[in-house]
């Protein structure tokens, strides 16, 4: 058991680029989780998977966001067009039902110049 | 719309001391989770509670959950440098498998 990993830990990107993040969850692990962390506060929930699908979305994510997750094991994080207010931190979790406690990856830190 | 209020926000003690952490909730949950986030990193579960009254120890650090699943304690004894970092509760609602999270309270133990 390898825990969740994020690729790339940090990202530096110009306003109106796109960045993808990638998230591998725990082994077996079906459900995974999306939040976003800005400096200061605590994650907000974005989106989540079990298997392949994407069963909630949250307001938080604008059409610039897409998640996928396509063969139910890793998943990526696409931002289109970024704006410097995307700058924070996006954290990955996943979890195993019926255990529903969810484990964190060390998050990838964008920033937007 | 769910919240939960974390007190104190910030926090500064001698190594030693023992102190309490409270998250408060006027929304029920099915159960409720600690981490511990270190600058740069994600949260580190501690604990999860899923009883309502519900008490678990780890080591120096006693977590409690309130008897109607809306609250919940972290209480540390003798609190040691190693315990500095920002402390997050989040609680599972009912209808959702998202973590709804608290505000956070950063804790520095000073030797």
């Known amino acids: 058991d390898t825990g969740v990993s994020q690729d790339p830990r940090h990202k530096i990107t110009k306003r109106g680029q796109n960045v993808t993040f990638r998230c591998d969850p725990i082994?077996?692990?079906?459900?995974l989780y999306w939040y976003r962390q800005t400096l200061g506060q605590g994650p907000e929930f974005l989106t989540y998977?079990?298997?392949?699908?994407?069963?909630?979305k949250s307001r938080l994510l604008s059409d610039r966001f897409s998640a996928e997750r396509p063969k139910g094991s890793f998943s990526t994080l696409e931002i289109q067009r970024t704006e410097q207010g995307d700058s924070a931190m996006y954290l990955c979790?996943?979890?195993?039902?019926?255990?529903?406690?969810?484990?964190f990856g060390p998050g990838t830190r964008l920033l937007v110049l | 719309t769910q919240l939960l209020e974390q007190s104190p926000q910030f926090l500064s003690i001698q190594e030693g001391e023992n102190l309490t952490v409270y998250c408060n909730s006027s929304?029920?949950?099915?159960?409720l989770q600690w981490y511990r986030q270190e600058p740069g990193e994600g949260p580190v579960l501690l604990v999860t509670?899923?009883?309502?009254?519900e008490v678990k120890k780890l080591k120096r650090l006693t977590f409690q959950f309130g008897d109607a699943r809306k609250d919940s304690s972290l209480h540390i004894t003798a609190a040691q440098p190693g315990d500095t970092g920002l402390y997050l509760c989040?609680?599972?609602?009912?209808?959702?498998?998202?973590?709804?999270f608290g505000t956070g309270t950063r804790l520095q133990v000073f030797p």
């Open positions: 979790a996943s979890s195993q039902p019926p255990v529903l406690t969810q484990y």
């Open positions: 082994s077996e692990h079906n459900r």
């Open positions: 998977f079990q298997n392949e699908a994407q069963l909630e």
């Open positions: 929304s029920v949950f099915s159960s």
């Open positions: 509670v899923v009883t309502g009254g």
């Open positions: 989040a609680g599972a609602p009912y209808n959702t498998d998202k973590l709804i």
